[in-house]
């Protein structure tokens, strides 16, 4: 080891020495977090001409559509747009995604191939098992970040950076204004382990299903039984759930069973089950808590699955999600809320850079933070029903106040805790990040910070880029000046 000044314990605290940390890159754009809006930012950045790279923690790109193994977007593949139906057509095309109905099931596996594979062919630069620690600001402008990895801590200074991390962790450190949760008591909704079962006969289970209508819920978008196109989506066995909480095989917590991303075919199912509340996804202790508790959940789950749905009696556990689900943490604000009552109303905003069409109702929370999710006293998922309506996304939700030099792709772009429902799945990750990576490229080129963009320039290049815009007529007041 090289000669360095002690690190010394002082009071309860550890006084780091301060350091020289080697530049180890200089881009145009630099994405933080390689995950669903990370992809979607990288792709949209290299199109757009720029020298791009993208750091991610984990060993594999795709955030929650692999690390979760969270694989169905409530949209069909008719009303995508951009790099989102352009991977959806991949994927089916490869025999691993189902675009024959009202939503899109795939494999994760095949996306975190695809993901890389799009990454190579726009020469995008990815390293892999590096944290983003902190950025380097000048001022309130961002010029990179540090990094940690096996290499140790190196610094990657960019023209621009876009914070995909989910969790605002660039944003928030650079000074961003953000909202962690719900508004009123910061509560976030409960995180997952989801997990696959494999050897399933899934027309067994629809027969079973069939048989059975009233113990499922009515939304024809999360019960859809239909073996003729390959499109199975199961939500309910309230019975089952029901006689087993009364004795005691499953947690408090489940109210309701979910089955997934299904392969008829293949036999494979995806299990999306456990939930625990009151967890904090930017605490790594929480984090391991929920990991623990989401584990011992599913364990429960599947010895009932196993033992009391037809079609499952020879299903085995073929793999769980690498890292446990974290639905919600923290959201930055920027110049535009994003609000649910506005998406209701179809607002329209003259600084809409994507439309995004999507499965929803007035007023629909599926994962409330205060639990009893599918419980008989949730009518919403009992007995309500979603539809296809869409809605746009202002260029103001995706740059954070305070900093400059940064856009924000995926779940914590500008939002309310209500209008997050609508914005954080998905489909709609992927679509804010390419915009958010297409914008962080004309930033670059142009010299200027994001948050100054010609907004018609902008959207030009999105449209030309396959995106779907929206209505760039409308009259919102809550536009950006
Ligand atoms: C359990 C669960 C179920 C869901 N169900 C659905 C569903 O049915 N349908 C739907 O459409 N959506 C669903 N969602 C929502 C959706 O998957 C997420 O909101 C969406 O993936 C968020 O995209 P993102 O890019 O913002 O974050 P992520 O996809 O989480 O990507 C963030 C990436 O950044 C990386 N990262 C984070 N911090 C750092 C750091 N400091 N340094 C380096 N890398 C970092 C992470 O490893 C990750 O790869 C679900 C989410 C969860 C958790």
Redesign the pocket.
Known sequence: MSEQAAIKLEAGKVIEPARATPVVREVDVLV?????????AAIGAARSGAKTMV????AF????????I??????PLAKMTGVAKEIAEKLTERGAGVASGPTFPFDPEAFKELAMELMNNESVEILTY????EPIMDGNRIKGVI?QNKSGRQAILAKTVVD????A??ASAAGAEFVKGREKDEKMR?????FRLGGVDVKRAVEFCKKNPANFTADPNFHILDLDSGLVRMSGFFDIVDKARANGELADEIHYIRF?GISVDRGIVTV?NSRVYNVDGTNAWDLTRADLEARRQNRQLYAVIKNNIPGFENSFVMDS?P??????TRRVRGPHLLQQEDMMALATYPDSVARIW?HMAAGRDW?KADGGEGAATDEVYRTGTTHLTWFEIPFGVLVPNKVEGMTI????LSATHDADMWS???????V??QVAGAAAALAAERGESPSHLDIRLLQQRLASAGIDVGDTSGTSKKAIA
């Open positions: 933080c977090g390689g995950g669903v809006s990370g992809v979607g750091i991610e923690r984990n790109l795709g955030g929650a559509a692999t690390a979760v969270m694989n169905t977007w409530n949209v590096t944290w983003v620690v990094v995909c991390t989910g969790d962790d660039i409960p995180m997952s382990v989801l997934e999306n999600s890292t446990v689900g974290v639905r919600e999507r994962h792709g995926g779940r914590a954080r799945a998905q489909y709609c990750c992927l804010t990040g």
